[in-house]
């Protein structure tokens, strides 16, 4: 049912991207079996999450196959001279291998070993499905949503001392070291979604079943419901509004002003602001910080250098999409409040749904929907009362953090403390 829900999803889409003359998700997955894909690392970091069904020489197989296939069409790319600047020359032999294994689970595959085999190979195919449906979505929202309303969330974002001004000046002071460490981490948070991934699902061969709740739920879960935001809430973050900025081009003819990141925005009447059809509306929320923050929540259990790397990702995601201009402080902390509703929805559902978990995921609910409320109609409130309303803002996030953090507590299983021995009577 899953399979047919997704497959349906994929196929809406990819008839509203036609209708704007936009390849959709399953016309960009096609093209990669034999064009250059343009998500080369994110392949094989798909066919690791398919491996984890396999047996280790199953596994040596596969990466073996994989890199062979590769090697092969970059030796006939390079043959026939066939260009491959807009994607990456490998990651095609990821994608073959994936294809095949569904084939062998619906060929020489039988009952549970079928099942097993087609749930990982669905697995792999699903995030890589997630990235495609995701770029399909940005460009919709740009065609369809000609209007921003980054005037509100800059007005409302005076309320915490305009964060993206500051951290940004930061940033350009750290100099191109900074910015490239920043921007690897910003751009390859999937790969690191990956690592923890595979540590939660360590011991699928060998159990033969899949945990009831890891980060890929969450993170595809996020990426099909984040989008539909976007849609509501168009906004294309403060680099694009408001200026050129530190790094990039920026808004050209279409930002208010060139003021990002050394002059923040005036207080004025905030409006609508016409902009262009090219640019993704994806600021509200920020998945990012989302995505970074189910990391930080996965790796918590995991051995000390996850615990570490889930630390660093997370604060190192939060200081490029703040220090880069892409997004505006309110749009983290909606970020934060969004992925601790979606973990506490999929963690009741997996679970069993029960009164914390129902009071848990409708308070977070409630919370998330009135940060986009608040930022919509009281900005100028917001702006004129900043020691009011920043520690309001602050103060909602924690409280979701705070339920969250007690309510998921109480569902751990208790370790029962040993038994003391009985002391033994002495020989005379």
């Avoid at 704007?20 to 066919?47: C, D, H, N, W």
């Avoid at 979701?400 to 021995?421: F, M, N």
């Amino acid at each position: 049912m899953a399979g047919v829900v997704t497959l349906g999803f994929l196929i809406a889409l990819e008839i509203a991207a036609r209708r704007y003359g936009l390849p959709g998700p399953i016309t960009s997955q096609a093209r990669e079996v034999i064009f250059a894909p343009k998500s080369g690392f994110l392949l094989y970091a798909s066919m690791a999450l398919m491996m984890v069904v396999l047996t280790r020489r199953q596994r040596l197989i596969a990466i073996g196959a994989a890199i062979g296939i590769d090697v092969v069409l970059v030796l006939v790319r390079w043959v026939f001279d066939v260009k491959t600047t807009d994607g990456h020359p490998f990651g095609n032999g990821a994608l073959w291998v994936m294809l095949g294994c569904a084939v062998i689970a619906f060929t020489r595959r039988t009952g549970r070993e079928r099942a097993l085999l087609l749930k990982g190979v669905g697995l792999g195919l699903l995030l890589v499905a997630g990235r495609k449906t995701g770029d399909t979505w940005l460009l919709i929202t740009a065609k369809t949503r000609p209007a921003v309303l980054d005037p509100y969330v800059a007005t409302a974002d005076h309320a915490l001392g305009n964060p993206s001004w500051l951290v940004g000046r930061m940033v350009r002071a750290t100099g191109p070291v900074g910015a490239h460490v920043l921007d690897f981490v910003y751009v390859q948070l999937a790969v690191a979604a990956v690592v923890i991934a595979l540590y939660q699902l360590r011991n699928v061969a060998v159990e033969r079943r899949f945990p009831s709740h890891h980060l890929v739920r969450t993170f595809l879960v996020i990426g099909l419901l984040g989008p539909g935001i976007y849609m509501i809430f168009p906004v294309v973050g403060p680099i694009f509004a408001y200026g050129t900025g530190a790094f990039g081009t920026g808004g050209g003819h279409w930002a208010l002003a060139n003021l990002w990141p050394d002059v923040p925005p005036p207080l004025d009447t905030p409006h609508a602001m016409p902009y262009d059809r090219l640019t993704p509306r994806n600021c509200m929320p920020s998945l990012h910080t989302a995505w970074a923050t189910t990391i930080f929540i996965h790796s918590r259990k995991g051995p000390r250098i996850l615990r570490f790397a889930g630390v660093f990702w997370l604060i190192a995601t939060l200081g490029a999409t703040l220090g880069f201009g892409y997004h505006y402080g309110v749009d983290l902390i909606a970020g934060v409040v969004f992925v601790l509703t979606v973990e506490a929805a999929l963690r009741s559902q997996a679970r069993g749904w029960d009164r914390p978990g129902i009071r848990l995921v409708a308070y977070s609910a409630t919370v998330f929907a009135a940060l986009l409320l608040s930022y919509r109609y009281l900005p100028v409130e917001m702006a004129a009362h900043p020691w009011v309303f920043g520690p309001l803002l602050i103060l909602a996030m924690i409280s979701v953090i705070y339920g969250y953090v007690r309510t998921t507590t109480t569902w751990e299983p208790k370790t029962a403390p040993a038994p003391r021995p009985e002391p033994q009577p002495e020989l005379v």
